[in-house]
């Protein structure tokens, strides 16, 4: 089962709303809380149109609008291009699709590839955080194992994070979780054996939108977050991490309620919590 944390018409957008777009000095349309979804009337709103011009051109995203060549299918497999939602059929208004969570207070695509859904992975390995003599560490106030997760530090926004990231078209869930946790926090190709039978087992804990700084009105990200937890520490608790170029470092994180991390990453990483029942 797969927990839906951020459902459209219930839960709304704060990371991409009234900052400056990253990577740009481009402020976004004021959205206040009550103007966020498309069913309030907002009379005013005209949000600027942005697309970060280095993205033009660039294999893993789309062309513009209106260009001859680009025909998308939306709400479908187009080719190996996924622009399916996990939030169920969204709105194409004037050629664009529409966000389905709200607006945003920017439109075009902006840092993001696709117009429309752009769809990442997320692998939450888990690991019990241990004393020096290798028993679990309990909180002794609920009596309650502690939870370690790997961990890194991204370039873009320097905040810790899930090592995700984005599924190549064509490319199988499972594979983008092990390929990037590979990429992103371990020193290559030495530990496969341990890394494939690791990987063969994961939960699914959420798929859905996420709440990015980098979403827009007509592209946002979603993603699929899968649980591998280390129960004995003997498997991946035990490799040396190691930041792979995406990231600026990597650790085991000690997880509990006072951990900031990079967009909605903490609700999934709650989910971890109620299922393995761990100290929070
Ligand atoms: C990251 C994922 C993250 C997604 C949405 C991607 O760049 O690699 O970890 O869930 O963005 O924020």
């Known amino acids: 089962m797969s927990a839906s944390i951020l459902k459209a018409g219930t839960f709304k957008h704060i990371t991409c709303r009234n900052n400056i777009y990253p990577k740009s000095t481009l ?6 809380d ?51 939602s996990f939030n169920g059929i969204y709105k194409i208004e004037n050629g664009l699709p529409i966000n389905p969570i709200g607006r945003t207070g920017l439109s075009g695509r902006g840092l993001l590839g696709r117009w429309g859904p752009n769809h990442a992975a997320d692998p939450v390995v888990t690991r019990w955080k241990r004393n020096a003599d290798g028993s679990v560490s309990i909180n002794s106030d609920t009596q309650k194992k502690m939870l370690q997760m790997v961990a890194i530090q991204r370039h873009d926004n320097n905040m810790w994070a899930i090592p995700g990231g984005m599924v190549d078209p064509g490319e199988k869930i499972t594979a983008t979780l092990k390929r990037e946790f590979m990429e992103e926090a371990l020193d290559s190709f030495e530990n ?10 994961g939960n699914e804990i959420y798929k859905g939108y996420v709440d990015d700084f980098r979403n827009t009105d007509n592209a946002w990200m979603e993603t699929v977050a899968y649980n591998f937890h280390d129960d004995s520490g003997a498997q ?11 990231a600026a470092n990597v650790k085991w994180l ?7 991390l990079h967009a909605n990453h903490i609700d999934i990483i709650k989910e971890v919590i109620k299922r393995l029942n ?3």
């Open 27 to 32: 402020q976004r349309f004021p959205v206040p």
């Open 34 to 84: 009550d103007f966020v979804f498309w069913s309030a009337e907002y009379v005013n709103y005209s949000p600027p149109i942005y697309t970060a011009p280095h993205i033009n051109g660039q294999p893993w995203a789309d062309p513009d609008i209106g260009c001859v060549d680009f025909q998308p299918k939306w709400n479908q497999l187009d080719g190996a291009v996924n622009r399916v």
């Open 192 to 201: 496969q054996k341990v890394i494939e039978d690791f990987f063969a087992k």
């Open 236 to 246: 991946v608790g035990k490799l040396a991490l190691s930041a792979g170029d995406d």
């Open 254 to 260: 000690d997880i509990d309620s006072t951990i900031k």
């Open 278 to 280: 761990a100290y929070w």
